[in-house]
């Protein structure tokens, strides 16, 4: 992926039978998804441009206008969304997207490689970064918060990590 592209949300699959999909917004202000035109698919060989219809569990129902039928908003389920960086709004120094942690060095205050972050899940309850240890396939939740993670650098690539005791142990 293009570090010029944030995937901003997901395709659920078809809603209803006239076409309308279910769509997952992975923005800070869910309706901003509409806003960012047109989307695309991570690769961008396809292009969508969305307009909400209403807020349904989970997500809203929306029209794309290159989709009709069930069928074609069926065939779209799981395909993540992407908008362009400069699309979106800046973030305050405290805020990051997930995409720019990702691949990030993972240090603890003493300077001791913990691993490199693989993921960023949120569960609701507050953000984890899913930590690979070197040399490992082994992978360590770490809490995103300020108490545990006191520094991000993106201009060197590393977090400075305190993690709660016992963590990285074993």
């Known amino acids: ?29 869910p309706e901003d998804i509409e806003t960012y035109r047109p989307l695309t698919s991570e690769d961008g060989a396809r292009s969508f441009h969305l307009a909400l219809v209403r807020p349904i569990k989970n997500g809203f129902a929306a029209r794309i206008a290159e989709v009709s ?20 709004p800046s973030l305050p120094d405290d805020e990051y997207y997930h995409a720019d942690l990702i691949g990030l060095d993972v240090l603890d205050t003493g300077g001791t490689l913990l691993g490199t972050v693989k993921l960023v899940q949120d ?16 992978t360590v939740l770490l809490p995103f918060t300020l108490a545990a993670v006191p520094t991000v650098d993106l201009a060197t690539g590393r977090i400075i990590a305190d993690p709660p005791d016992g963590l990285f142990d074993g």
């Not at 010029?4 to 800070?28: M, N």
């Open 1 to 29: 992926m293009s570090d010029d592209k944030i995937c901003v949300g997901a395709i659920g699959g078809a809603y209803g039978v006239r076409g309308e999909l279910r769509i997952k917004s992975f923005c800070a202000v």
């Open 69 to 88: 039928t069930k069928e074609e908003a069926d065939a779209l389920k799981g395909e993540r969304l992407y908008a362009l960086r400069d699309q979106l």
């Open 123 to 138: 569960h609701g309850a507050g953000d984890l970064l899913e930590v690979q240890r070197p040399g490992s396939s082994e």
